[in-house]
């Protein structure tokens, strides 16, 4: 099939480099507005070739949509005017709910699949893309009624490709747990990243007395604005919640550490080490699925 993939950075050229490998896409054509990363996926391999959006369109029998949500958003609509009648789009957003209603009423809705191939790095661009890595994660698919059969059938050709693990949520579920799970977690990355360089502004201190502690939690920092901005503004309101929530733990914390409460804070602790046994639960599965080299599975979740 040929598949053009709009947006040539880490998901969409790790998402080129999977379907290379895997034989199923015999084409694979390249959009991508910065000429010097279209130039480098085709450099690199990751595409076989870089045609204008027009182009790219109109040969396609599969359209992958790796961009941000914002320009998702915008772009959905118009792309799903000029597709061929049996084509499938599908995109990688990390949210749903808006992208979904921008193209609700759309008489092509249903060759448009909303997905959300949960994994990721925060490095960006096609040098970034790495083959095999999305084999044994999650991929959700929202709105499943709203897909044709046969989109559905092709999506799930590109994402076993992978080695996806499907499950399906509706949009809105499927953006309020993100904001807790992903979202959240940049934010504070950013915002500590922020205030170590506020506070410490000889960055000589910064490389001597930061761990691997420090360089973990914040590795999310190096993660692209341009992608993060437009997700932590589509999903508003499910991040506002998830940020109150967090800014009350914070606030209680700080109250029981003035305090000097050690029993308060050992507790609060304790609590928090139950994230532990979530963690170890995962990584124990991820270790038995690439150990048993176990083929993609797909299920429905209902909250």
């Given amino acids: 099939m040929n598949v053009t993939i709009i947006g040539l950075g880490l998901i969409g050229g790790s998402m080129a480099l999977d379907l290379r490998k895997s034989g199923l896409a015999t084409s694979l054509i390249g959009v991508d507005l910065r000429e010097v990363h279209a130039q480098k996926a085709l450099q690199l391999g990751l595409v076989d070739k870089i045609l204008s959006e027009d182009q790219a369109l109109a040969v396609a029998d599969v359209v992958i949509m790796a961009i941000p949500v914002n320009a998702i958003t915008q772009l959905l609509s118009s792309v799903l005017d000029v597709i061929k009648p049996e084509a499938v789009v599908i995109d990688t957003g990390s949210t749903k709910s808006n992208i979904c209603r921008s193209v609700g009423n759309h008489p092509k809705r249903n060759q448009y699949v909303a997905s959300h191939p949960i994994w990721g790095t925060e490095n960006s661009g096609p040098e970034a893309a790495l083959?095999?890595?999305?084999?044994?994660?999650?991929n959700i698919i929202c709105e499943r009624d709203k897909s044709s059969d046969q989109a559905l059938t092709v999506a799930l050709k590109v994402f076993d490709a992978m080695g996806l693990n499907t499950i399906f949520m509706e949009a809105e579920e499927h953006d309020k747990h993100v904001a807790y799970v992903s979202h959240l977690s940049?934010?504070?990355?950013?915002?500590?990243?922020?205030?170590?360089?506020?506070?410490?502004?000889?960055?000589?201190?910064?490389?001597?007395?930061?761990?691997?502690?420090?360089?973990?939690t914040v590795r999310l920092a190096k993660s692209s604005p341009d992608m993060w901005a437009p997700i932590f503004e589509q999903n508003l309101d499910y991040l506002s919640n998830a940020l109150q929530e967090y800014i009350m733990h914070l606030q209680r914390f700080h109250y029981h550490l003035l305090k000097k409460d050690t029993k308060e804070l050992h507790r609060i602790m304790g609590n928090a080490n139950q994230i532990r046994r979530v963690l170890e639960g995962i990584e124990l599965k991820s270790k038995n699925l690439n150990a048993n080299n176990t083929e993609p599975t797909t299920k429905t979740v209902t909250p």
């Fill in 186 to 216: 940049h934010v504070s990355s950013f915002l500590l990243g922020q205030t170590v360089l506020d506070i410490e502004k000889d960055e000589k201190n910064i490389f001597a007395l930061a761990g691997s502690g420090f360089a973990s």
């Fill in 131 to 138: 083959e095999g890595m999305m084999r044994n994660k999650t």
